[in-house]
């Protein structure tokens, strides 16, 4: 694939998606560079150490929930926090947001997607993953508009196929990949 | 329809809050921008705006159509015994402390349409406290204390609220506090009568009393640095030393100038003491 200055991947998800970020999370290289987000929906009052716990047991890269105005870091994989909207700022700092749900869900993917596409532009790349709701797709669309790369879980290989199929839609999805294809393709970059 | 969507961009909206201090004297440039950003583009797209000028235009010339812009650019979200987790720390923890004055005085910053104040009022009264305290609330946005004075609430919200009141240590049935009529929940005049409403800016408005206990919760993630740390300079200006200050479950002190003015009461559930 091509090469590229990429500086930033987010990545969300719905039903199944913490199985699947188990899958990719623990399996990158240690020595895996740029910051990841990841906004995966969930219940608003799920304990919100849970994913960052769990995942942090199996990965040897640095997990923790992303915090209001905390500046986005090299070589760590953030979790947008239970029943709030993340959102990036122009100095690449996070902000936080109780707004109204977006695809009744709080975080929303698109949310997250939308503002990172507009501060990161051709640097940022995409990947949504199984999911039982539209959230996301526009978010996909709009990293690829603003000259990023867009992957999406192969349907087939998902838990629930209409997230990635909603993406798919949208007619700006470059890779359809299956989680191990994610994770290759991450390592190599 | 994404491919259609007016966006306002850096520039656009630098301008725009420019405009909107000239002309109000309301200053927004101090808040997070995203956040900002989305709720413009929110209005843009919900009233079906052809044009940012046009949106601009609307601002300038219709005060009461300036007054329902703030409304829709400042997050009201709010919900009754929200994080019931924290009201429970507020029970065990701050309460008896309060218990030992002769009059409680609270501030509830940012109060939006009153939920918290209710909330607090009911364990208050459940503690017996009620009586010898007075909770006031404000808000920059007027709209949002009517509703508050008010006590109506759609009963659609209801189960929920009443879910939190139990998990925050709440001692008997939320259908105690309100009467149903026409689908709304009105709650009792016993709860209402210890609260005062009123309108103030955070960003602009000073110290006004002084308070045992302020919280001021989900207000502060819409500022930036300087606005926070402005605002915690009038906090800390409005407690006395063993005062209370509670912040929203994503804010903190930390970073501020004045985290050495207080110490963590309850530090999961984000309750600092003035020392
Ligand atoms: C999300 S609500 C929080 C309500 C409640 N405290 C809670 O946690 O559920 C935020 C409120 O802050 C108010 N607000 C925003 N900027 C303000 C300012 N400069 N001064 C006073 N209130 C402000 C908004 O009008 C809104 O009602």
């Known amino acids: ?189 | 329809m994404q491919e259609l969507a007016l966006k306002i961009s850096e520039e656009e909206l630098d301008q725009f809050l420019k405009v909107i201090i000239k002309v109000y004297r309301f200053d927004f440039s101090s808040y997070s921008r995203e956040s900002l950003k989305r709720r413009v583009n929110r209005v843009l797209a919900l009233e079906k705006f052809p044009s940012i000028a046009e949106l601009q235009y609307q601002v300038i010339s219709d005060p009461d159509y300036f007054s329902h812009f703030v409304e829709e650019l400042t997050v009201n979200v709010t919900e009754m015994f929200r994080n019931p987790a924290f009201f429970r720390a507020l029970k065990e923890e701050v309460f008896p402390k309060l218990a030992q004055q002769k009059f409680i005085r609270i501030w509830h910053a940012g109060c939006s349409t009153g939920e918290e104040v209710y909330s607090l009022a009911i364990l208050l009264q459940e503690a017996n406290l009620l009586e010898r305290s007075l909770l006031y609330g404000t808000d920059l946005n007027p709209q949002v204390l009517h509703k508050a004075k008010s006590g109506l609430f759609h009963i659609s919200t209801l189960r929920t609220y009443s879910e939190n009141y139990i998990q925050s240590g709440g001692q008997s049935s939320l259908s105690e506090y309100y009467t149903v009529r026409y689908g709304q929940a009105l709650f009792k005049e016993e709860l209402r009568r210890k609260m005062v409403y009123s309108v103030h800016n955070l960003a602009t408005d000073q110290s006004f009393n002084e308070f045992n206990l302020i919280l001021c919760r989900n207000v502060l993630i819409y500022f930036n640095r300087d606005l926070q740390d402005k605002v915690f300079g009038l906090f800390t200006q409005s407690l006395p030393n063993g005062g209370f200050l509670a912040l929203g479950a994503k804010e903190t002190l930390q970073h501020s100038n004045f985290k050495d003015y207080y110490t963590y009461l309850n530090k999961q559930e984000r309750i600092w003491l003035k020392l």
Do not use: C, W
């Open chain 1, 1 to 189: 694939m091509q090469e590229q200055a990429y500086k930033l991947v987010v990545i969300g998800g719905s039903v199944g998606s913490v199985g699947a970020v188990m899958k990719i999370i623990p399996e990158l290289s240690p020595n895996f560079k740029l910051p990841i987000i990841l906004v995966l929906h969930r219940s608003a009052t799920s304990h919100n150490g849970f994913i960052t716990n769990i995942l942090q047991d199996k990965s040897p890269l640095f997990i923790k929930e992303a915090e209001e105005k905390e500046p986005v870091a090299q070589a760590t994989v953030y979790v947008a926090p239970a029943d709030h909207h993340l959102l990036i700022e122009s100095d690449f700092t996070f902000s936080l947001d109780v707004s109204e749900k977006v695809h009744y869900s709080r975080p929303s993917i698109d949310v997250t997607f939308e503002s990172a596409a507009q501060h990161y532009t051709s640097n940022l790349i995409g990947i949504l993953l199984t999911g039982a709701n539209t959230d996301g797709a526009e978010g996909i669309a709009e990293i690829a508009k603003s000259g990023g790369l867009t992957i999406v879980q192969k349907p087939e290989t998902a838990e629930v196929d209409t997230m990635p199929q909603a993406a798919i839609k949208t007619g700006q999805v470059q890779h359809i990949l299956t989680l191990d294809e994610v994770i290759n393709f991450l390592n190599n970059l």
